[in-house]
């Protein structure tokens, strides 16, 4: 009864979400007050109806209803109960269930808190984000409906792929979701701007929050599947290239820069039809990496079973969102009004470089990740597009970006000085001079010369936004007291980005350090041997039988010593799932926040009496996840910014405020 | 500066941006491009000392652990022509006789040598190089559908 209320409640939701869409565009374009108003409550009915469509699911997988083919195909009776309530979006129609949760959760987000958006405005972004919902909702009731029967009910389901079944992926797809669906609010803004025919600081200004929070989860969201990556595929790698990382990689960078190109337009008015089009492309790509991952067109980790039908759904999907808005673009956007001018070196033609880098690294990604397809489609031969490609056109494209981005901070808006800004910075260039010094001592001869580059950049990163940071507050130039009121006093956007910037340079810290300088050691070990990697020595004391609750695991333990001194006791395990008749290997690692110890237990060699062993050390890995959670933080400081909550919606005093402004502004 | 010579900057700078773009993809894709053969095409294909993928199937009773321990040595089949493949190192968790894999390496005087074996993540999955290899060979059966008749008998 319950999943045919979910259904019911589903298909309502997909009306609802008909006439959220449908009679606001009219009345906004008929400027009818009420057929306006009608998209508000619709945007709340259809987020209630949705979340009780998720709940009747979520239910049917807590209480094992085996009568529902989506549990019997994707859960177990002796599952925990974590991964039961996970494993509703471990599965595609689950996951396409959480989409649709969250791009309710947004438009109704919109409904309750933009009370203060013009009205003709909130009624057409309301009625995008409704199409956009009237489209998924086709998308799952037609092709992936969750709530399918099965007659006779099996006794006991297939249980989740037990690689998913895993507390960092648990959460994962929820925070990479809430981005690539909190992308489609700048989405649905920009077309309802094309739409109106106007774009102005206050437009920026409603949708610079929904693109910081799209970007702080996403940024989570990627930073928790690298994390996954590393540690439970037992392979010590943190990002592969794989075509459905990329997937997530290209909106983030898109997304980046839009964060970046909305900022000109709040504060200068110019780079209008440039920003619309990014939050087009933006949303575009993340559709994209939603049919990438659900088509199971290209080989990868994450491809799951293939079916042809829904691949083409979200095709169809994406050619009428993308095509539809680009159109609507290329009439509306030669009608923009040019805003403020500003000379090449100045805070505007910074963020244009970021932009133009950013644009540069996401088409690069693009052709790396589509090349194979396109080929395939041609009939030319079948390739895979590897890291070394990456490696190639990637990295020279991010080091100038990562260069740029501590200058642009120190740069004023207008016009600005190159060398005086670079004058400033002379503490982060001596920071510079010092790590790379180091590393080439400590390292002896410091390894490749990308190892040092690497370093220099991070420290660069690092040390140069602080110094834009301490020299905002005036540290050191003036009494301390007088600099913490300062800082106190700094908007929360300047905090957030100081955060984001200086975790970046971590996050190249920890890349630079295990892609240089890991160390691993892979040999068949029996109990009693030991193996000694980047001055560890690691012995091994054999290996037990656990029984786990839907497994049964084989649990190495090997004692980590150093110059003779206990460091820890690692107990890796194998594990195999009876159900899916599949074997995971759970990697033990020991962490100093400096380096990780990482062991993994492989096969048992012919005779069965010892095993295959993985050792890796891997250097400053923590900081890659450290930073990128740094990095959410910074985005989401920025968020409680008090110009977002306050001031900001009022149309007619920016248009004051916009004009003939010379003073510098108070900076992002 | 006017509008129109910033236009044209931006208009610079964004084709200077693209091109650079495809200039640094067209260099790459020399020589990291890393195209995929069937044991049947590697019959006719010069493959010299270049890196490239193979698939099939790992040939039932050919998986041999060395002596050393931790090299593997094993055969890929498309069923008409088969490949010696060797690997050292640990192989993914659902590598099994009789299953789709994918290895990227080099030959080596006649044999494969694998650099990497490719994990899948769910057994159902059969990467689509594979598939299409071997329904080429005329030998695939669809394992979604072999899934979903499991599913239908319980």
Not at chain 1, 261 to 270: C, F, G, M, P, Q
Not at chain 2, 28 to 50: C, E, H, K, M, W
Not at chain 2, 69 to 88: K, S, W
Request: charged share 15%; aromatic share 10%; hydrophobic share 50%.
């Amino acid at each position: 009864m319950i999943p045919e209320l979910g259904h019911y409640a589903l298909v309502l939701a997909l009306f609802v979400a008909l006439v959220q869409s449908v009679p606001p565009l009219v009345g906004a374009a008929t400027r009818n007050a009420a057929w306006m108003n009608v998209a508000v409550p619709a945007a709340i009915a259809q987020m209630l109806l949705v979340l009780l469509a998720y709940a009747a699911l979520t239910w049917a997988h807590v209480v094992s209803d085996f009568s529902v083919l989506n549990v019997v195909q994707n859960s177990h009776s002796a599952k925990p109960m974590l991964y039961k309530v996970s494993g509703v979006w471990g599965n595609h129609e689950g996951s396409m269930m959480l989409w649709i949760v969250m791009l309710t959760i947004f438009g109704a987000a919109v409904a309750l808190f933009g009370r203060n958006l013009p009205p003709t405005l909130k009624a057409r972004v309301l009625a995008v984000q409704g199409l956009i919902g009237v489209g998924f909702l086709l998308f799952i009731l037609i092709t992936s409906n969750p709530f399918i029967r099965v007659v006779p009910a099996p006794i006991d389901g297939n249980d989740l792929n037990p690689l998913l079944q895993d507390p960092g992926l648990a959460f994962h797809p929820p925070f990479l979701y809430a981005g690539y669906v909190g992308f489609s609010m700048a989405f649905s803004f920009a077309v309802a701007a094309l739409i109106e025919g106007r774009v102005d600081p206050a437009w920026a200004r409603w949708v610079r929050p929904w693109t910081l929070a799209a970007w702080s989860t996403l940024t989570m969201g990627i930073a928790m599947g690298s994390w996954w990556a590393y540690y439970e595929l037992g392979w010590g790698g943190w990002w592969y290239w794989d075509p459905v990382e990329n997937a997530s990689f290209m909106p983030w960078l898109a997304g980046t820069a839009l964060l970046h190109s909305a900022i000109v337009v709040e504060k200068r008015d110019a780079l209008k039809s440039w920003t619309i089009l990014l939050a087009i492309v933006t949303f575009s790509l993340s559709l994209m990496g939603t049919f990438l991952v659900r088509s199971g067109i290209l080989t990868s980790v994450h491809a799951f079973a293939v079916d042809p039908k829904r691949g083409i759904f979200i095709l169809v999907l994406l050619a009428i969102a993308t095509g539809g808005s680009l159109l609507l673009y290329s009439l509306r956007a030669p009608t923009l009004k040019a805003g403020g001018l500003f000379a090449p070196i100045s805070r505007e033609g910074a963020l244009v470089l970021n932009n133009l880098l950013l644009s540069t690294a996401t088409a690069t990604v693009f052709i790396g990740t589509l090349y194979p397809l396109f080929l395939d489609i041609m009939k030319l031969g079948k390739v895979s597009v590897g890291a070394p490609f990456f490696n190639a056109t990637f990295l020279p494209v991010a080091i100038p970006m990562v260069v740029a981005m501590v200058v642009g901070p120190f740069l004023s808006w207008k016009r600005a000085d190159l060398g005086a800004a670079l004058t400033r910075l002379w503490v982060a260039g001596v920071a510079v001079v010092i790590a790379v010094a180091v590393t080439a001592y400590v390292k002896a001869g410091g390894g490749p010369l990308l190892a040092l580059v690497g370093i220099g950049l991070a420290a660069w990163a690092f040390v140069g936004s602080l110094v834009e940071f301490a020299d905002r507050i005036a540290l050191f130039r003036t009494s301390f007291r007088n600099s913490w009121n300062r800082a106190v006093h700094l908007p929360r956007s300047a905090w957030g980005m100081t955060i984001a910037h200086a975790c970046l340079g971590l996050s190249i810290l920890g890349m630079t350090g295990t892609s240089a300088w890991q160390t691993e050691s892979i040999s068949a070990m029996k109990p009693g041997d030991r193996a000694s990697v980047a001055g560890y020595e690691f012995q091994f004391d054999g290996v037990g039988l656990v029984d786990g609750p839907n497994f049964k695991a084989e649990r190495g333990v090997f004692t980590v010593t150093k110059d003779g001194q206990r460091v820890a006791t690692l107990e890796p395990e194998r594990r195999s799932y009876s159900t899916t008749r599949m074997t995971t290997t759970e990697s033990a690692i020991h962490t100093t926040v400096f380096s990780d110890l990482y062991v993994a237990l492989g096969d048992p060699t012919q005779n069965g009496t010892a095993w295959i062993v993985r050792i890796y050390h891997h250097p400053l890995v923590p900081w890659i996840w450290i930073g990128g959670v740094g990095m959410m933080l910074g985005g989401l400081v920025s968020l409680t910014d008090r110009r977002f909550r306050i001031g900001a919606p009022e149309r007619r005093r920016m248009a004051g405020k916009t004009g003939g402004k010379s003073a510098p502004l108070p900076a992002e | 500066m006017t509008r129109k010579k910033r236009r044209l900057y931006m208009l610079g700078l964004a084709l200077l941006g693209l091109g650079s773009a495809t200039a640094l993809a067209l260099t790459a894709f020399q020589d990291n491009i890393v195209f995929f053969y069937s044991p049947s095409q590697l019959q006719t294909q010069q493959v010299g000392d270049r890196n490239f993928r193979l698939g099939g199937l790992v040939e039932e009773g050919s998986v041999q652990k060395q002596p050393d321990g931790v090299t593997t040595a094993f055969r890929v089949t498309d069923t008409a022509h088969t490949v010696d493949v060797r690997y050292r190192g640990q192989l993914p968790d659902l590598f099994r006789e009789g299953q789709g894999v994918v290895a990227e390496g080099r030959m080596t005087g006649g044999v494969f040598v694998a650099r990497e074996v490719l994990a899948k993540h769910d057994e159902n999955y059969m990467p689509p190089e594979v598939s299409e290899a071997l329904k080429q060979a005329g030998v695939y059966k669809n394992p979604a559908e072999s899934a979903t008749k499991t599913a239908k008998k319980e």
